[in-house]
């Protein structure tokens, strides 16, 4: 089993910044990519960013230039997804959900942590 658990969410005004982590730990090898999607009420949830396994990354139109992904994989127990993000907009309020991808072995997600963007 995977457990994926993120912090550092929560309210900032247009135009900050605030940094994403998603600490993985349990079962994670094998894995295909690792991403954040969010997703707003009476939306579907929608890919943000991901990195494979290979460090290939890859930005929704809406966050490019604005978003940064990045993995920490140095130690053996525990992978750390970050998404940093800035020039933050209100358009970018949403419940941010972190992903390991295992192909075949599984797909796993985060609890989510709530980002809010407003004065």
């Known amino acids: 089993q995977v457990q994926l658990v993120e912090s550092g969410g929560g309210l900032v005004q247009p135009g900050g910044s605030l940094r994403l982590s998603c600490a993985a730990s349990?079962?994670?090898?094998?894995?295909?990519?690792m991403g954040w999607y969010r997703q707003t009420p009476g939306k579907q949830r929608e890919l943000v960013a991901s990195?494979?396994?290979?460090?290939?990354?890859?930005?929704?139109d809406s966050v490019k230039g604005r978003f940064t992904i990045s993995r920490d994989n140095t130690k053996s127990t525990e992978n750390t997804l970050y998404l940093q993000m800035n020039r933050l907009k209100p358009e970018d309020t949403a419940f941010y959900y972190c992903?390991?991808?295992?192909?075949?072995?599984?797909?796993?997600w985060g609890q989510g942590t709530q980002v809010t963007v407003s004065s």
């Open positions: 349990g079962s994670i090898f094998s894995i295909v990519s």
């Open positions: 992903n390991l991808d295992r192909g075949w072995l599984g797909i796993y």
């Open positions: 990195i494979t396994s290979g460090g290939t990354r890859n930005y929704a």
